[in-house]
């Protein structure tokens, strides 16, 4: 892993596998969640859209920054995308979604929605 080009990404990270989202604090917290054998339907960025490569390595995921520009607008989609699936369930996050003015507003909500303390991002105890 390259250490120096992940120190350039931005917290929190976002992975999306088959349309349904997670919020991490770290990058290897994500690539610790992550199935090797779902790496194929699986995309990874950082909170500016950056893409991160992913690899396995056994039956453990390498994640490592993308060559290329950020694409802000592709995660976006996959947010969207995601809040309009829960609009049966969680109307209100649907509603706030298409209320949101940018990709920062979309991953806050999207944490609030599993307020775990490893996927708190904002939290840090003093």
Same mark, same amino acid.
């Given at each position: 892993? %390259?250490?120096?080009?992940?120190? =350039?990404?931005? *917290?929190?990270? @976002?992975? &999306?596998? %088959? ?8 990058? *290897?917290?994500?690539?610790? &969640?992550?199935?090797?054998? %779902?790496?194929?339907? $699986?995309?990874?960025? %950082? ?7 992913? $690899? ?16 802000? =607008? ?12 829960? =609009?049966?369930?969680?109307? @209100?996050? $649907? ?12 991953? @806050? ?7 775990? *303390? &490893? ?8």
């Amino acid at each position: 892993m %390259d250490t120096g080009a992940l120190k =350039e990404l931005q *917290p929190p990270f @976002v992975c &999306s596998c %088959d349309g349904d989202i997670d919020v991490y604090e770290s990058v *290897p917290a994500m690539a610790a &969640s992550v199935e090797a054998y %779902d790496l194929n339907r $699986t995309e990874f960025f %950082d909170s500016q859209g950056q893409r991160l490569d992913a $690899t396995a390595a056994g039956y453990a995921v390498q994640l490592a920054a993308a060559a290329g520009p950020p694409e802000p =607008e592709r995660l976006e989609q996959l947010l969207r995308s995601y809040f309009r699936g829960l =609009e049966r369930s969680r109307p @209100v996050f $649907t509603e706030r979604a298409e209320s949101a003015r940018g990709l920062t507003e979309l991953i @806050v909500l999207r944490a609030e929605l599993e307020p775990l *303390p &490893s996927r708190r991002w904002w939290h840090r105890p003093r």
